[in-house]
């Protein structure tokens, strides 16, 4: 039997490129895993009009894990692909854990003056399933001068408290042992009050894990001015959305930034994929850094209860980011040979 199946979608642009890096170091360091390959994204789309097709949607649900390169491309409409791909299996695959890791690694630099490598080493928990995201709302009088748009979030104690668990169980396994609540209790009353109640109800049967609350601007600025003091952050769909996007900038740019869209009680395959997106610009070249893809498929060993070889996997990335040297051009497949032969 395979130690695990993984249905790849290596997507648009570069996503190619770097999941091609990202299995190699997967077959090195986990021999047997038995891969899929599904061709998704805006190639297809721009060929057959298919974005998500029920019968694929089901195979994908075989399999224990999904391996994501880069899904868009400039010619696919805004939205299309982001809907009906990936928010459509964070939502139908119950992948209500978003996680999202950054660590400033020796070896790269931050744009921040006083930070220095080695001092950031946070993970956010966003909130994948619910909030602003779930397309709730309407409009009403369209194209005239009395149109009305709304957006409404929608978080239940069920969703709430099941993520806020997941911070606590991710904290209770880190060295700081911190969690910080970012919301915006003081204007979001209603939702606001039932992340406050709920996280406070949780933290004290946590008693070894200290607690924070922030507003969402305060949390952001703080990420710049000193994104040392985090440990894990726990925050709603699009407060998180946002905030992984500044916490992956102040620690060496997207380009290094891995996530995992989780189902933690593994009913429903989880999707790993790097931030970045299929960046059409330098695709084809052979010039993509795959290591946001490989530190993803770290996550994803990790979560499919292969801990010794994520830590490999990462410690590979850390040995190969200290040693380069600043402005050197990255040459896709021979950093994945590099991270190959380090991992196995
Ligand atoms: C992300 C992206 C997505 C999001 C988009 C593409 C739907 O920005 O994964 O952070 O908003 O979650
Ligand atoms: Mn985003």
């Known amino acids: 039997m395979a130690v695990a199946r993984i249905a790849v979608v290596a997507g648009d642009g570069i996503g190619t490129e770097v999941v091609a890096e990202a299995r190699k170091v997967l077959d090195a360091v986990l021999p047997g895993i038995e891969s899929t390959e599904y061709d998704l994204g805006a190639t297809r789309y721009n060929r057959t009009g298919e974005v998500l097709p029920d019968s694929v949607r089901d195979e994908l649900a075989q399999h224990d894990a999904i391996l994501l390169g880069a899904i868009g491309d400039p010619s696919v409409p805004p939205g299309v692909l982001e809907r009906g791909l990936l928010l459509r299996l964070r939502f139908d695959f119950d992948q209500y854990v978003n996680l999202r890791p950054s660590r400033l690694w020796p070896g790269t630099t931050s744009p921040l003056a006083n930070v220095k490598p080695g001092e950031v080493d946070l993970t956010v928990v966003r909130e994948g399933t619910e909030g602003l995201y779930v397309g709730a709302g309407g409009v009403l009088h369209r194209g005239t001068a009395a149109e009305i748009a709304t957006e409404e979030s929608l978080n239940t104690r069920h969703g709430v408290e099941r993520v806020i668990r997941d911070a606590f169980d991710r904290a209770e396994r880190r060295e700081r042992r911190k969690v910080t609540l970012v919301h915006k209790t003081n204007v979001l009353t ?33 990420l710049v001015t000193q994104p040392q003091r985090y ?65 993803s498929a770290s996550l994803l060993l990790d979560h499919l209860g292969h801990p010794e070889q994520a830590r490999r996997v990462s410690e590979a990335v850390a040995t190969e980011l200290a040693g380069r040297k600043p402005g050197q051009p990255v040459r896709t497949a021979e950093v994945g040979d590099r991270l190959a032969g380090l991992s196995r």
């Open 190 to 222: 209603h939702a606001g009050g039932l992340w406050a109640r709920t996280f406070a109800e949780i933290a004290a049967e946590h008693p070894d894990v200290s607690t924070e609350y922030q507003h969402v601007d305060a949390a952001s600025m703080f």
């Open 231 to 295: 440990d894990v952050i726990v925050t709603d769909n699009l407060f998180g959305d946002i905030l992984t996007d500044i916490a992956a900038a102040v620690t060496g740019g997207i380009g290094l930034a891995a996530s995992g869209s989780i189902n933690p009680d593994r009913r429903f395959p989880s999707t790993f994929e790097p931030v970045h997106g299929s960046a059409p610009d330098i695709a084809g070249k052979g010039i993509a850094d795959p290591v946001a893809a490989v530190l």
